[in-house]
């Protein structure tokens, strides 16, 4: 079992290793932009993945946390002077946000089951989408507004963007490997049993409620971190962020890229991302590919259809079937070994 | 002789049908207490009522001395009150390792370990395997508990009840549904149990050749209501009993 995990492991830092020197190969302005939507898109379907995949939660109201994180930080750098004091103040300020939302939106999970909690996050969701269109004085209403980011020192200022793309990185590589410890650990196990089977966690002797606020404030701090990025990426914050199409890009990356594997939803924001990026510019080709968003309602339908484990979800399953049929093999020869 | 766990009046009742009916019972501890009666008696509603999944309607229940009617199923298995379900009730997407795992994790009070990788614990899956190997089922360890036949869960549900480690097991039909060559296995280490003498056992059972040879005490529910208890013997000669359900359901 240590030896799969640690091989697992060398995968994916020699995979983070070759992104690490992917900018010094390709380094227009354009990819390195949308490999940081996929890093910042990946953070945030990873923190959807813990509810959807590990415990089992539905939400429809994830964007608020990412939205809260984005004007957190935009918020503290507008109004106050943009230094990397209050970079670093915009960044507690919204995972601390985050935090508090998601312990009570997890106390509710409490009370409400399923399709009700999921509408219940919607309409959160939507309230604080209110709140950033109504409060202009903060908020500048529905026009939004661009900050400054704090000027880097020296030669790195001139290599802002690239300085940009190794933060994005290198904060997803460690909540990735932060999170997968997480579900891999015995609170990660009992996560996922509540998703199995909420009434016989019970009778084991676990309570719910302490887990579900647990993985809901971890997911809402991550969630809110990921709009951080991306506020900080586009230096621009507006009501975008709090929109329901923010929540179901992370259920479309995590479904496509496999429930429940962490690693998925990664995969999932870079295929989407991407698709976004070159289906739009086949718009010249027809206009459907400008409506990219109903080629993926397509392609999502099929996706739930044929590959309901998603690409990592389906890769497991090939594997884990063919460790279990060498297994059986091995056993069956020893067997007759024996006899 | 001290009881472990008592019921006072126990009532439920579901819109007008009322599912158990003034049952006062006492079950002595360390003892192997059988609960009989046909189909729709309130037997497995009667366990719910035990281990907390439901609420009576009336009466009082008591564990060691101490009224529990209020506590949940959560308090009452931190109490030891184990049980194991007539209709299988595992988590089907995880091991069946895993199932038995989660159950030692629980007894093992590792409740909110999130930093330490899940095998740090070795002892708990060696432990799980034992558990496994006494239930016949280890070969099955790295199956998906959903892919187990249907015999294999009712061990899966045996093995999980073990790992509590509970003072008071509750077995609702625990050889239900198991091929006639997989039932011995499952006898035996409920009768291992038993042989060790410091567990209270309260079994389900239909099988009357079963009941007979493992019970101390039988409890007769019929229509809800406490028909008979006592040894054995008190009930097989029990004319009321031999009336209203053996010599019914024989005839």
Redesign the interface.
Known sequence: ??KT?QKSTWIYIAVAFMLVLLPFFKDERWFLFLMIQVFTFGIFAMSYDLLLGYTGIVSFGHAMFFGLGAYSIGITLNFLESTFMNLFLGILLALVLGGIVAFFAGILTLRLKSHYYAMLTLALASLFLVLAEKWRSVTRGSDGFTFRIPELPGPLQDHRNLVVYMFCLVSMVLIFFGLR??T???????L??IR??E?????????IM?YKV?ISVVSGVVASFAGVLYAISIRFVGTNVFGIDVTLDALLMTIIGGVGTLVGPIIGAGIIEFAHHYLSDLSDVHWIFERWIILFGIVYILAVIFFPAGIVGTLWHKLAKRK?KK?EMKQKTSDKLAS | MESIIETKDLTISFGGHIAVNQVSVSIPRNLFTSVIGPNGAGKTTFFNLLSGQLNPTVGKVFFKGENITKKSTVERTRLGIGRSFQITNVFPNITVLENVRLAIQSREKVRFQMIRHFTYYKKFTEEALNILNTVLLSKRANALAANLSHGEKRKLEIAMLLALDPELLLLDEPTAGMSLEEVPAILEVIENIKKEGNRTIILIEHKMDMVLGLSDQIIVLYNGELLAQGNPEEIMDNETVQTAYIGGESK
Do not use: D, T, W, Y
Not at chain 1, 199 to 207: A, D, I, K, N, P
């Open positions: 079992m240590i995990i410890r997480l891999e650990s015995p609170l990660g196990k009992i996922v049993a199995e089977n009434g016989r966690v019970e009778s084991l002797g676990f309570r302490p647990i279990h297994q």
